[in-house]
């Protein structure tokens, strides 16, 4: 079991950044592959990053690749999603997630490869 906690999330103007924090507890976040999904009411959770164990692959989707950065800091077992160039599509309630075993090599961008989530961070970007 870990237990996953974002922090980070809150009001942004368009053009603008924010950093959103995933601490992790219970378990060391080394041993879990992480991701980031979205969702905005009325439609399904979105794939946003993903993040492997050690940091060595990346994977981000097309709406937010260039602007979006995933990392982490397995020592202070804490996942990071920076995100720039904010625009008003960007708003939505952003999760971290974390999967430990290797189905995470081919699902990264499912939800349903994730076993643990976070409560989730409100990001919104004003026009």
């Known amino acids: 079991q870990v237990q996953l906690v974002e922090s980070g999330g809150g009001l942004a103007q368009a053009g603008g950044s924010l950093r959103l924090s995933c601490a992790a507890s219970?378990?060391?976040?080394?041993?879990?592959?992480m991701g980031w999904f979205r969702q905005v009411p009325g439609k399904e959770r979105e794939f946003v990053a993903a993040?492997?164990?050690?940091?060595?692959?990346?994977y981000y989707s097309d709406s937010v690749k260039g602007r979006f950065t995933v990392s982490r800091d397995n020592a202070e077992n804490t996942g990071y999603l920076e995100m720039n160039s904010l625009s008003p599509e960007d708003t939505a309630v952003y999760y971290c997630?974390?999967?430990?075993?290797?189905?995470?090599?081919?699902?990264?961008?499912?939800?349903?490869?994730?076993?643990?989530w976070g409560q989730g961070t409100q990001v919104t970007v004003s026009s």
């Open positions: 997630a974390a999967v430990g075993g290797a189905v995470w090599y081919d699902a990264y961008s499912s939800s349903n490869a994730y076993e643990f």
């Open positions: 219970g378990r060391a976040l080394s041993t879990f592959a």
């Open positions: 993040i492997s164990w050690g940091g060595g692959r990346l």
